[in-house]
């Protein structure tokens, strides 16, 4: 279940209710997990994990073939990167998250219900943000826990949408965000209404 618990022969929740599987719709397999609607199977650490995209952990099996059940928000596969599909499609799927990830960093929009619009530059490895780009050229300054790109509890967390990223001439969009290289020496971080949040110089200046 969503809230991470888990139940055995329940008849009327059975795959085969409806004897045709139907068109394919959000239903994909990449590298490292499989989708199916609003869940994943994901690879994390050697363990394969069973989790809801609104951050609940139904079921972690180990690789020493034990198992250790939900609900948890721990091996949370939704923190996984996207990757190319192998099979299945995209097709039908709704909401995913608007970042980039960088190892164990994120560029990620954040703060769905916020007045304004946030960039922020964060950390998995003890939930630390560094930096937060605002939607009227300033920024805030590190470090602090809030607006978190691996925060999946809503709120100041990481935001989702429909858009997806996109690469350009130098360029990267993550939903109304853009880092571009501008001048030869210049790399910008800019809002779609054309407030410049941060300017890195070639000389190592800001």
């Known amino acids: 279940r969503s809230d991470g618990t888990v139940h055995g022969n329940v008849k009327e929740w059975s795959g085969y209710i409806n004897e045709d ?11 490292s997990f499989l989708q199916l609607g609003d869940w994943r199977f994901g690879e994390m650490g050697g ?31 939704w923190t996984l990167v996207d990757g190319e ?22 560029l990620a929009r954040a703060c769905e219900t916020c007045p304004s619009s946030h960039l922020s530059i964060s950390s998995q490895a003890q939930g630390m943000t560094s930096q937060i780009f605002r939607d009227d ?4 300054q590190g470090p602090r826990t809030d607006y978190n ?7 100041q967390g990481l935001a989702f949408s429909s858009h997806p990223i996109v690469f ?21 971080v800019t809002n779609e209404n054309g407030n410049v949040s ?4 070639s000389d190592g200046t800001v």
């Open 168 to 188: 350009g001439f130098w360029a990267v969009q993550i939903r109304d965000w853009r880092i571009r290289q501008v001048r030869f020496d210049l790399l910008s």
């Open 149 to 155: 790109g691996f925060d999946l509890t809503g709120g």
């Open 47 to 77: 363990h394969l994990v069973v989790t809801h995209k609104d951050g609940q952990t139904a079921m972690i099996y180990r690789h020493d073939g034990t198992i250790h059940s939900g609900p948890r928000t721990d091996y949370n596969a």
């Open 85 to 106: 599909v192998l099979a299945g499609t995209k097709e039908g799927c709704e909401k995913s998250g608007d970042f980039l990830q960088i190892g164990d960093w994120r």
């Open 21 to 31: 599987l139907g068109e394919p719709t959000c239903a994909y397999l990449t590298s």
């Open 198 to 201: 941060r300017i890195y110089r």
């Open 137 to 140: 050229g300033t920024y805030l």
